[in-house]
């Protein structure tokens, strides 16, 4: 467990296991180490595992300047702390908003990678530009600013839970939501809303990619999660049956044996 300023930010981040090839795992909007729990159990076996919390999240300093949220600063983030653990080349695997970092991380330094995975994810929210969604969206970044985070958490989800997320699971991430500085949860939709996305650029990323999702996903994001695996080169599509957006949580042993299989058609991956 430790902490470094890196691009002017306090970023937390925890690295787990002594030998094999790197993994870094990146999390989505609104969330933090903890979505990888079991993975980090899992492939510390077997791997020297990083995972840190993004700038606003988790344990990771939130600053007040909205506007330093962008896909691309958390991008820079990541690389800096791969570099200060030592990790040239490694595994990647980006989950949401952690998706679209990842997907710069591999198209700004590709030679870096020896795999990718792209997790519940899209190459643009342009969902969110849909009128109905962003006026759900403006409502509660509005009660965020005039109740503050407490009061949006306590909010019951719009949606039915996933059948296998535990009633301590949506607990915690009450809690931290409730924990979450407004700018942050604020200045990271924002930077998920102004990403120019990879439309036009997914098909230059070279590094062997799997893209996975839960089946019950929300049909937008499964249509993005299918739109990646059509247009990047080789592509390989997993999908995990009776979970929603967070399949490494909800079912983590078939999420974990996908990933594994991914991990090792592609160890010792040379450079492109």
């Known amino acids: 467990m430790q902490r470094a300023r890196v691009n002017g930010v306090e970023i937390y981040f925890e690295r787990h296991g002594d030998e094999g090839e790197p993994l870094v795992l990146v999390h989505g909007y609104t969330g933090d180490i903890h979505d990888w729990r079991h993975q980090i159990a899992e492939f510390s076996r077997t791997h020297r595992v990083l995972?840190?919390?993004h700038r606003g999240h988790g344990k990771s300093e939130a600053p007040s300047d909205r506007d330093t949220y962008t896909i691309e600063n958390m991008a820079h983030d990541v690389l800096a702390v791969a570099d200060l653990a030592g990790f040239d080349r490694f595994h990647l695997v980006g989950h949401s908003m952690g998706g679209s970092v990842s997907q710069e991380i591999a198209l700004r330094w590709p030679g870096r990678l020896l795999s990718l995975t792209l997790h519940d994810t899209g190459p643009d929210f342009r969902f969110g530009r849909n009128e109905t969604i962003r006026?759900?969206?403006?409502a509660m970044h509005a009660r965020a600013e005039r109740e503050g985070m407490a009061a949006l958490a306590a909010m019951p989800s719009p949606a039915p839970q996933p059948p296998h997320k535990t009633p301590e699971r949506a607990a915690y991430e009450?809690?931290?939501?409730?924990g979450m500085s407004v700018?942050?949860?604020i200045g990271a939709w924002r930077a998920l809303e102004t990403w120019a996305g990879t439309r036009e650029r997914?098909?230059?990323?070279?590094?062997?990619?799997?893209?996975?999702?839960?089946?019950?996903?929300?049909q937008p994001m499964a249509d993005a999660s299918l739109w990646l695996a059509a247009n990047i080169a080789g592509a390989i599509l997993e999908v995990i049956e009776e979970a929603a957006h967070a399949p490494q949580d909800e079912r983590p042993a078939e999420f974990n044996a996908a990933l594994r299989r991914h991990l090792d058609r592609c160890a010792g991956a040379p450079p492109k």
Do not use: C, F, S, W
């Open 51 to 53: 995972a840190l919390d």
């Open 174 to 178: 009450k809690q931290r939501l409730a």
């Open 183 to 185: 700018d942050a949860y």
């Open 202 to 218: 997914a098909h230059e990323i070279t590094a062997p990619t799997m893209v996975i999702y839960g089946a019950l996903e929300p």
């Open 135 to 138: 006026n759900v969206i403006k």
